[in-house]
Protein backbone atom coordinates (compact mmCIF):
# COMPACT_ATOMS: atom_id res chain seq x y z
CA UNK A 1 0.00 0.00 0.00
CA UNK A 2 1.57 3.64 -0.78
CA UNK A 3 2.33 5.60 1.58
CA UNK A 4 0.34 8.54 0.13
CA UNK A 5 -2.20 6.41 1.57
CA UNK A 6 -2.28 8.61 5.23
CA UNK A 7 -3.12 11.63 3.08
CA UNK A 8 -5.96 9.88 1.21
CA UNK A 9 -9.69 8.84 2.04
CA UNK A 10 -10.18 5.39 3.17
CA UNK A 11 -9.77 2.97 0.01
CA UNK A 12 -12.80 1.65 -1.16
CA UNK A 13 -10.66 -1.23 -2.93
CA UNK A 14 -7.12 -1.83 -2.99
CA UNK A 15 -4.43 0.04 -4.35
CA UNK A 16 -2.43 -2.53 -6.77
CA UNK A 17 1.08 -2.37 -5.59
CA UNK A 18 2.41 -1.23 -9.00
CA UNK A 19 0.43 1.90 -9.47
CA UNK A 20 2.55 4.21 -8.21
CA UNK A 21 5.35 3.25 -10.55
CA UNK A 22 2.30 3.27 -13.28
CA UNK A 23 2.52 7.09 -11.93
CA UNK A 24 5.96 7.12 -12.01
CA UNK A 25 6.28 6.25 -15.26
CA UNK A 26 4.12 8.50 -17.33
CA UNK A 27 5.54 11.62 -15.06
CA UNK A 28 9.12 10.29 -15.95
CA UNK A 29 8.39 9.75 -19.69
CA UNK A 30 6.99 13.60 -19.92
CA UNK A 31 10.16 14.78 -17.79
CA UNK A 32 11.98 12.96 -20.70
CA UNK A 33 10.36 15.84 -23.01
CA UNK A 34 10.34 18.61 -20.82
CA UNK A 35 14.46 18.01 -19.98
CA UNK A 36 14.80 17.01 -24.30
CA UNK A 37 13.23 20.62 -25.40
CA UNK A 38 15.58 22.80 -23.04
CA UNK A 39 18.89 20.89 -24.11
CA UNK A 40 17.62 20.91 -28.16
CA UNK A 41 18.31 24.35 -28.32
CA UNK A 42 22.46 24.56 -27.87
CA UNK A 43 23.42 22.10 -30.70
CA UNK A 44 21.02 24.07 -32.89
CA UNK A 45 22.87 27.74 -31.72
CA UNK A 46 25.89 27.28 -35.06
CA UNK A 47 22.93 27.08 -37.22
CA UNK A 48 21.10 30.08 -35.76
CA UNK A 49 24.61 32.11 -35.61
CA UNK A 50 24.64 31.01 -39.46
CA UNK A 51 21.08 31.61 -40.46
CA UNK A 52 20.39 34.82 -38.66
CA UNK A 53 23.56 36.17 -37.24
CA UNK A 54 22.46 35.62 -33.55
CA UNK A 55 25.43 36.76 -31.50
CA UNK A 56 26.42 34.86 -27.83
CA UNK A 57 24.69 37.65 -26.26
CA UNK A 58 21.47 36.75 -27.96
CA UNK A 59 22.00 33.47 -27.67
CA UNK A 60 22.76 33.69 -24.06
CA UNK A 61 19.19 35.73 -23.74
CA UNK A 62 17.79 33.01 -24.83
CA UNK A 63 18.03 31.02 -21.50
CA UNK A 64 17.48 34.65 -19.56
CA UNK A 65 14.45 34.35 -21.35
CA UNK A 66 13.93 31.18 -19.39
CA UNK A 67 15.63 31.74 -16.05
CA UNK A 68 13.34 34.80 -15.82
CA UNK A 69 9.99 33.04 -16.86
CA UNK A 70 10.79 30.92 -14.36
CA UNK A 71 11.06 33.25 -11.84
CA UNK A 72 8.29 35.33 -11.86
CA UNK A 73 6.27 32.22 -11.98
CA UNK A 74 7.67 29.71 -9.52
CA UNK A 75 6.30 31.16 -6.51
CA UNK A 76 2.73 31.55 -7.43
CA UNK A 77 3.07 28.49 -9.57
CA UNK A 78 3.92 26.54 -6.19
CA UNK A 79 1.11 27.35 -4.74
CA UNK A 80 -0.64 26.74 -7.24
CA UNK A 81 -0.01 23.09 -7.35
CA UNK A 82 -1.05 22.77 -3.84
CA UNK A 83 -4.30 24.09 -4.11
CA UNK A 84 -4.82 22.58 -7.77
CA UNK A 85 -3.41 19.52 -7.54
CA UNK A 86 -0.67 17.54 -9.80
CA UNK A 87 -2.67 16.46 -11.89
CA UNK A 88 -4.68 19.35 -13.15
CA UNK A 89 -1.15 21.51 -12.92
CA UNK A 90 0.85 18.69 -14.64
CA UNK A 91 -1.46 19.45 -17.80
CA UNK A 92 -1.78 22.83 -17.39
CA UNK A 93 2.30 23.31 -17.33
CA UNK A 94 2.77 20.70 -19.75
CA UNK A 95 0.39 22.38 -22.35
CA UNK A 96 2.13 25.45 -21.80
CA UNK A 97 5.37 23.97 -21.75
CA UNK A 98 4.24 22.36 -25.78
CA UNK A 99 2.69 25.58 -26.81
CA UNK A 100 6.68 27.34 -25.97
CA UNK A 101 8.70 24.47 -27.83
CA UNK A 102 6.65 24.81 -30.66
CA UNK A 103 6.85 28.92 -30.61
CA UNK A 104 10.71 28.50 -30.32
CA UNK A 105 10.55 26.29 -34.03
CA UNK A 106 8.36 28.96 -35.39
CA UNK A 107 9.70 32.29 -33.36
CA UNK A 108 11.91 33.36 -35.91
CA UNK A 109 9.49 32.85 -38.75
CA UNK A 110 6.86 34.97 -37.52
CA UNK A 111 9.20 37.91 -36.34
CA UNK A 112 11.11 37.83 -39.63
CA UNK A 113 12.79 41.27 -38.36
CA UNK A 114 14.14 40.29 -35.15
CA UNK A 115 14.55 36.31 -35.34
CA UNK A 116 15.71 36.32 -31.77
CA UNK A 117 12.49 38.06 -30.27
CA UNK A 118 10.77 35.50 -31.74
CA UNK A 119 12.54 32.50 -30.19
CA UNK A 120 12.92 34.31 -26.92
CA UNK A 121 9.32 34.75 -26.76
CA UNK A 122 9.50 30.99 -27.29
CA UNK A 123 11.94 30.16 -24.80
CA UNK A 124 9.63 32.78 -22.11
CA UNK A 125 6.83 30.44 -22.72
CA UNK A 126 8.90 27.60 -22.16
CA UNK A 127 10.06 28.74 -18.80
CA UNK A 128 6.84 29.27 -17.50
CA UNK A 129 5.79 25.38 -18.21
CA UNK A 130 9.06 23.62 -17.91
CA UNK A 131 10.07 24.71 -14.02
CA UNK A 132 6.97 24.49 -12.18
CA UNK A 133 5.80 21.53 -14.67
CA UNK A 134 9.25 20.13 -13.25
CA UNK A 135 8.02 21.00 -9.34
CA UNK A 136 4.78 19.52 -10.57
CA UNK A 137 6.45 16.30 -11.12
CA UNK A 138 8.92 16.13 -8.10
CA UNK A 139 5.86 16.98 -5.93
CA UNK A 140 4.06 13.65 -7.43
CA UNK A 141 7.19 11.39 -6.39
CA UNK A 142 7.31 13.27 -2.87
CA UNK A 143 3.44 12.97 -2.42
CA UNK A 144 3.30 9.23 -4.06
CA UNK A 145 6.61 7.72 -2.38
CA UNK A 146 6.85 9.46 0.42
CA UNK A 147 8.68 7.14 3.05
CA UNK A 148 8.59 4.27 0.72
CA UNK A 149 11.58 4.13 -1.76
CA UNK A 150 11.06 7.99 -2.08
CA UNK A 151 15.37 8.15 -3.31
CA UNK A 152 14.82 5.41 -5.54
CA UNK A 153 11.71 6.77 -7.27
CA UNK A 154 13.50 10.07 -7.56
CA UNK A 155 16.29 8.83 -9.05
CA UNK A 156 14.86 7.28 -11.27
CA UNK A 157 12.35 10.28 -12.70
CA UNK A 158 15.64 12.17 -13.06
CA UNK A 159 17.10 9.34 -15.17
CA UNK A 160 15.24 9.19 -17.80
CA UNK A 161 14.59 13.30 -17.31
CA UNK A 162 18.71 13.49 -17.85
CA UNK A 163 18.60 10.47 -20.59
CA UNK A 164 16.29 13.55 -22.85
CA UNK A 165 19.00 16.02 -22.10
CA UNK A 166 21.51 13.64 -23.25
CA UNK A 167 19.75 12.48 -26.13
CA UNK A 168 19.66 16.91 -27.28
CA UNK A 169 23.29 16.69 -26.93
CA UNK A 170 23.10 13.55 -29.20
CA UNK A 171 20.53 15.07 -31.44
CA UNK A 172 23.21 15.81 -34.48
CA UNK A 173 24.23 12.30 -34.69
CA UNK A 174 21.50 10.78 -34.81
CA UNK A 175 19.16 13.18 -36.42
CA UNK A 176 22.08 14.32 -38.70
CA UNK A 177 19.70 14.59 -41.64
CA UNK A 178 17.17 17.24 -39.55
CA UNK A 179 20.57 19.01 -39.23
CA UNK A 180 21.33 19.36 -43.00
CA UNK A 181 18.18 21.12 -43.34
CA UNK A 182 18.70 23.86 -41.35
CA UNK A 183 17.84 25.20 -37.90
CA UNK A 184 14.04 24.76 -37.92
CA UNK A 185 13.42 20.71 -38.88
CA UNK A 186 15.79 19.80 -35.33
CA UNK A 187 13.27 22.65 -33.29
CA UNK A 188 10.63 20.78 -34.75
CA UNK A 189 11.71 17.36 -33.78
CA UNK A 190 11.80 19.08 -30.17
CA UNK A 191 8.30 20.30 -30.75
CA UNK A 192 7.42 16.51 -31.10
CA UNK A 193 8.82 16.38 -27.74
CA UNK A 194 7.55 18.79 -26.21
CA UNK A 195 3.88 17.37 -27.38
CA UNK A 196 4.78 13.97 -26.41
CA UNK A 197 5.72 15.48 -22.95
CA UNK A 198 1.93 17.50 -22.76
CA UNK A 199 0.39 13.79 -23.72
CA UNK A 200 2.30 11.93 -21.11
CA UNK A 201 0.65 14.83 -18.42
CA UNK A 202 -2.38 13.58 -19.61
CA UNK A 203 -2.02 10.35 -19.35
CA UNK A 204 -0.52 10.69 -16.01
CA UNK A 205 -3.62 13.21 -15.14
CA UNK A 206 -5.70 10.46 -15.95
CA UNK A 207 -3.69 7.41 -13.68
CA UNK A 208 -4.74 10.02 -11.00
CA UNK A 209 -8.18 10.23 -11.40
CA UNK A 210 -8.59 6.30 -11.77
CA UNK A 211 -6.52 5.81 -8.52
CA UNK A 212 -9.28 8.83 -6.85
CA UNK A 213 -12.23 6.70 -8.50
CA UNK A 214 -11.01 2.97 -7.94
CA UNK A 215 -8.94 3.16 -5.11
CA UNK A 216 -10.05 6.58 -3.12
CA UNK A 217 -6.43 8.14 -3.51
CA UNK A 218 -6.46 12.16 -3.09
CA UNK A 219 -4.72 13.86 -5.89
CA UNK A 220 -4.99 16.78 -3.83
CA UNK A 221 -4.20 17.30 0.00
CA UNK A 222 -6.00 19.51 2.49
CA UNK A 223 -4.13 23.31 2.46
CA UNK A 224 -4.77 25.80 4.97
CA UNK A 225 -5.69 29.39 3.85
CA UNK A 226 -3.11 31.04 2.39
CA UNK A 227 -1.03 33.38 3.99
CA UNK A 228 1.73 35.33 1.98
CA UNK A 229 4.32 34.73 4.99
CA UNK A 230 3.77 31.13 4.96
CA UNK A 231 5.32 31.47 1.35
CA UNK A 232 8.56 32.00 3.26
CA UNK A 233 7.87 30.15 6.53
CA UNK A 234 10.24 26.72 6.75
CA UNK A 235 12.21 24.91 9.22
CA UNK A 236 15.73 26.11 9.47
CA UNK A 237 16.78 22.74 8.18
CA UNK A 238 14.34 23.38 5.21
CA UNK A 239 16.64 26.48 4.51
CA UNK A 240 20.24 24.58 5.13
CA UNK A 241 18.72 22.45 1.89
CA UNK A 242 17.87 25.11 -0.02
CA UNK A 243 21.70 26.30 0.75
CA UNK A 244 23.00 23.75 -0.48
CA UNK A 245 20.50 23.41 -3.48
CA UNK A 246 21.19 26.95 -4.74
CA UNK A 247 25.22 27.00 -4.58
CA UNK A 248 25.60 23.07 -5.89
CA UNK A 249 23.55 24.12 -9.00
CA UNK A 250 24.93 27.23 -9.16
CA UNK A 251 27.84 25.59 -9.23
CA UNK A 252 27.11 22.60 -11.86
CA UNK A 253 24.48 24.39 -14.23
CA UNK A 254 27.52 27.15 -15.28
CA UNK A 255 29.66 25.11 -15.36
CA UNK A 256 28.34 22.92 -18.08
CA UNK A 257 28.03 26.31 -20.11
CA UNK A 258 31.26 27.13 -19.80
CA UNK A 259 32.97 24.03 -20.26
CA UNK A 260 33.41 23.50 -23.74
CA UNK A 261 35.32 27.05 -24.05
CA UNK A 262 37.25 26.34 -20.83
CA UNK A 263 38.57 23.11 -21.91
CA UNK A 264 39.22 24.49 -25.11
CA UNK A 265 41.03 27.37 -24.33
CA UNK A 266 42.89 26.08 -21.28
CA UNK A 267 43.74 22.75 -22.00
CA UNK A 268 43.71 22.90 -25.87
CA UNK A 269 41.01 20.11 -26.34
CA UNK A 270 39.04 20.18 -29.56
CA UNK A 271 35.32 20.80 -29.54
CA UNK A 272 34.62 17.19 -29.81
CA UNK A 273 36.94 16.18 -27.38
CA UNK A 274 35.21 18.70 -24.69
CA UNK A 275 31.73 17.79 -25.55
CA UNK A 276 32.51 14.53 -24.89
CA UNK A 277 34.30 15.23 -21.96
CA UNK A 278 31.48 17.31 -20.20
CA UNK A 279 28.99 14.76 -21.37
CA UNK A 280 30.34 12.54 -18.36
CA UNK A 281 28.52 14.24 -15.78
CA UNK A 282 25.02 13.24 -17.43
CA UNK A 283 26.42 9.62 -17.51
CA UNK A 284 27.52 9.29 -14.52
CA UNK A 285 24.97 10.80 -12.51
CA UNK A 286 22.51 8.60 -14.28
CA UNK A 287 24.52 5.62 -13.27
CA UNK A 288 24.58 6.60 -10.00
CA UNK A 289 21.51 8.27 -8.95
CA UNK A 290 19.35 4.96 -8.86
CA UNK A 291 22.15 3.63 -6.62
CA UNK A 292 23.02 6.52 -4.28
CA UNK A 293 18.91 6.11 -4.08
CA UNK A 294 18.31 2.84 -3.16
CA UNK A 295 21.11 3.28 -0.53
CA UNK A 296 19.32 6.25 0.96
CA UNK A 297 16.14 4.19 0.96
CA UNK A 298 18.07 1.18 2.90
CA UNK A 299 19.75 2.74 5.44
CA UNK A 300 19.06 6.61 5.53
CA UNK A 301 22.52 8.47 6.80
CA UNK A 302 20.53 11.54 3.84
CA UNK A 303 22.71 14.29 5.29
CA UNK A 304 25.63 12.81 5.15
CA UNK A 305 25.26 11.67 1.82
CA UNK A 306 24.91 15.17 0.87
CA UNK A 307 27.66 15.89 2.93
CA UNK A 308 29.71 13.56 1.12
CA UNK A 309 28.33 14.51 -2.66
CA UNK A 310 29.10 18.51 -2.09
CA UNK A 311 32.39 17.47 -1.07
CA UNK A 312 33.32 15.69 -3.86
CA UNK A 313 32.71 18.69 -6.15
CA UNK A 314 35.12 21.25 -4.55
CA UNK A 315 38.29 19.68 -5.59
CA UNK A 316 37.61 18.87 -9.26
CA UNK A 317 38.07 22.48 -10.13
CA UNK A 318 41.46 23.28 -8.57
CA UNK A 319 42.23 19.11 -10.10
CA UNK A 320 41.33 20.94 -13.12
CA UNK A 321 43.58 24.30 -12.89
CA UNK A 322 46.72 23.27 -11.65
CA UNK A 323 46.90 18.77 -11.97
CA UNK A 324 49.03 17.65 -14.99
CA UNK A 325 49.30 13.86 -15.21
CA UNK A 326 51.46 13.99 -18.43
CA UNK A 327 48.75 10.54 -19.03
CA UNK A 328 46.23 10.82 -22.29
CA UNK A 329 43.90 8.57 -22.89
CA UNK A 330 42.54 6.42 -26.22
CA UNK A 331 39.02 7.03 -27.52
CA UNK A 332 36.13 5.20 -25.33
CA UNK A 333 32.75 4.14 -27.67
CA UNK A 334 29.95 2.91 -26.19
CA UNK A 335 26.73 1.17 -27.63
CA UNK A 336 24.24 3.42 -29.10
CA UNK A 337 26.13 6.35 -27.41
CA UNK A 338 28.71 6.72 -29.93
CA UNK A 339 31.99 8.42 -28.78
CA UNK A 340 32.01 9.16 -24.57
CA UNK A 341 36.00 9.76 -24.54
CA UNK A 342 37.48 11.37 -27.31
CA UNK A 343 41.31 9.93 -28.44
CA UNK A 344 43.62 12.43 -26.02
CA UNK A 345 41.52 13.29 -23.25
CA UNK A 346 44.01 13.78 -20.32
CA UNK A 347 43.16 11.38 -17.40
CA UNK A 348 43.32 13.96 -14.78
CA UNK A 349 40.64 15.71 -16.73
CA UNK A 350 38.78 12.91 -16.89
CA UNK A 351 39.13 11.88 -13.04
CA UNK A 352 37.89 15.30 -12.04
CA UNK A 353 34.70 14.81 -14.22
CA UNK A 354 34.13 11.88 -12.56
CA UNK A 355 34.34 13.07 -9.40
CA UNK A 356 32.30 15.55 -10.51
CA UNK A 357 29.75 13.55 -11.97
CA UNK A 358 29.44 11.45 -8.82
CA UNK A 359 28.84 14.70 -6.68
CA UNK A 360 25.81 15.05 -9.17
CA UNK A 361 24.77 11.43 -8.67
CA UNK A 362 24.69 12.01 -5.24
CA UNK A 363 23.46 15.02 -3.89
CA UNK A 364 20.36 15.43 -6.12
CA UNK A 365 19.33 11.66 -5.27
CA UNK A 366 18.94 12.72 -1.73
CA UNK A 367 18.05 16.66 -1.88
CA UNK A 368 15.21 16.61 -3.49
CA UNK A 369 13.44 13.64 -0.96
CA UNK A 370 15.10 15.18 1.20
CA UNK A 371 12.45 17.70 1.49
CA UNK A 372 9.52 15.57 2.33
CA UNK A 373 11.20 15.06 5.57
CA UNK A 374 11.51 18.89 6.62
CA UNK A 375 7.59 19.94 5.43
CA UNK A 376 4.48 18.68 5.36
CA UNK A 377 2.88 17.24 2.63
CA UNK A 378 0.02 20.15 1.79
CA UNK A 379 3.16 22.30 1.44
CA UNK A 380 5.64 20.28 -0.75
CA UNK A 381 4.66 21.84 -3.79
CA UNK A 382 5.18 25.30 -2.32
CA UNK A 383 8.41 24.13 -0.98
CA UNK A 384 9.40 22.90 -4.01
CA UNK A 385 9.17 26.06 -5.59
CA UNK A 386 10.88 28.41 -3.54
CA UNK A 387 13.95 25.69 -3.33
CA UNK A 388 13.57 25.87 -7.53
CA UNK A 389 13.43 29.92 -7.25
CA UNK A 390 16.76 30.20 -5.15
CA UNK A 391 17.95 27.90 -7.40
CA UNK A 392 17.03 30.23 -10.50
CA UNK A 393 18.37 33.33 -9.04
CA UNK A 394 21.87 31.54 -8.01
CA UNK A 395 21.86 29.76 -11.64
CA UNK A 396 21.35 32.72 -13.45
CA UNK A 397 23.18 35.25 -11.00
CA UNK A 398 26.66 32.86 -11.49
CA UNK A 399 26.31 32.34 -14.99
CA UNK A 400 26.50 36.31 -15.65
CA UNK A 401 29.03 36.54 -13.14
CA UNK A 402 31.29 34.24 -14.25
CA UNK A 403 30.43 35.76 -17.97
CA UNK A 404 31.68 39.12 -16.41
CA UNK A 405 35.12 37.61 -14.71
CA UNK A 406 36.05 35.54 -18.26
CA UNK A 407 35.66 39.09 -19.71
CA UNK A 408 37.32 41.25 -17.12
CA UNK A 409 40.40 38.89 -17.69
CA UNK A 410 40.09 38.73 -21.44
CA UNK A 411 40.25 34.70 -21.05
CA UNK A 412 40.99 32.99 -24.21
CA UNK A 413 43.08 30.35 -25.88
CA UNK A 414 45.75 33.18 -26.45
CA UNK A 415 44.92 34.15 -22.30
CA UNK A 416 44.12 30.64 -21.15
CA UNK A 417 45.23 32.36 -17.35
CA UNK A 418 41.76 34.44 -17.73
CA UNK A 419 40.38 31.54 -16.93
CA UNK A 420 41.64 30.47 -13.28
CA UNK A 421 39.15 33.23 -11.32
CA UNK A 422 36.27 32.18 -13.37
CA UNK A 423 36.87 28.67 -11.95
CA UNK A 424 37.99 29.66 -8.61
CA UNK A 425 34.68 31.04 -8.24
CA UNK A 426 32.94 27.64 -8.44
CA UNK A 427 35.65 26.12 -6.33
CA UNK A 428 34.41 28.72 -3.93
CA UNK A 429 30.67 28.22 -4.51
CA UNK A 430 31.23 24.67 -4.28
CA UNK A 431 32.60 24.91 -1.02
CA UNK A 432 29.30 26.85 0.45
CA UNK A 433 27.54 24.23 -0.55
CA UNK A 434 29.21 21.51 1.48
CA UNK A 435 29.05 24.30 4.48
CA UNK A 436 25.29 24.07 4.32
CA UNK A 437 25.12 20.27 4.01
CA UNK A 438 27.58 20.13 7.27
CA UNK A 439 25.09 22.79 9.03
CA UNK A 440 22.28 20.03 7.60
CA UNK A 441 24.40 17.18 8.63
CA UNK A 442 25.07 18.53 12.25
CA UNK A 443 21.11 19.91 12.84
CA UNK A 444 19.85 16.34 11.93
CA UNK A 445 22.14 14.76 14.84
CA UNK A 446 20.48 17.08 17.64
CA UNK A 447 17.30 16.97 19.30
CA UNK A 448 15.24 18.92 16.42
CA UNK A 449 16.28 15.90 13.77
CA UNK A 450 13.58 15.62 11.01
CA UNK A 451 15.02 11.78 10.43
CA UNK A 452 16.97 12.46 7.10
CA UNK A 453 19.49 9.97 8.88
CA UNK A 454 16.71 7.46 9.45
CA UNK A 455 15.18 4.97 7.12
CA UNK A 456 11.45 5.99 8.00
CA UNK A 457 10.86 9.78 7.59
CA UNK A 458 9.49 11.15 11.54
CA UNK A 459 5.93 12.56 11.42
CA UNK A 460 5.72 16.40 11.10
CA UNK A 461 4.71 18.53 13.99
C1 LIG B 1 15.87 17.91 -10.21
C2 LIG B 1 16.85 18.88 -10.79
N1 LIG B 1 16.13 19.77 -11.64
C3 LIG B 1 16.33 21.10 -11.62
O1 LIG B 1 17.18 21.53 -10.91
C4 LIG B 1 15.49 21.97 -12.50
N2 LIG B 1 14.99 23.07 -11.71
C5 LIG B 1 16.32 22.54 -13.64
C6 LIG B 1 16.49 21.56 -14.72
C7 LIG B 1 17.20 22.20 -15.89
C8 LIG B 1 17.28 21.22 -17.04
N3 LIG B 1 16.02 21.05 -17.64
C9 LIG B 1 17.96 18.14 -11.54
O2 LIG B 1 17.89 18.06 -12.77
O3 LIG B 1 18.89 17.65 -10.88
Redesign the pocket.
Known amino acids: MCAAMTEAAPSPRPQPAGYRWLVLLACSVAMFG??YV??ALYPVTPLLEKAFGFTGEQVGLLDTAYNVA?LLTLLAGGVLIDRLGTARSSVLFGAIGAAGTLLIAFGPVLTPGTPALGMAAGRFVLGVG??LF??AA?TVVGRWFKGKEISFA?AIQ?LI??F??LAADQSPNFAGGLFERGWQAPLLLAGVLGVAWFVFAVIYAGLEANAARRYGVKGTVATDKLVLGDLVRFDRAYWWVVGL?VAF?AT??PFRTFANLFFIDYRGLTNEAAGSLKSVLPLL?MIGMPLFGLLADKFGKRALMMAAGSALLVPPFLLMLWWHTGVVLPEVRLPLLGTVLAAGTPLELVLAMAMMGLA?ALV?AV??PAVTYLVPGSRLGSAYALM?FC??VG?AGMSWGMGKVKDAGHASAAAPGGWVPVVLMLAVLSSAGFVFSFLLWRSERGAGAHGLEDVTPREHA
Do not use: H, K, M
Request: with cysteine; proline share 3%; aromatic share 24%.
Open positions: NYFDASEIVTLLARGSCYIFSFPLWTQQW
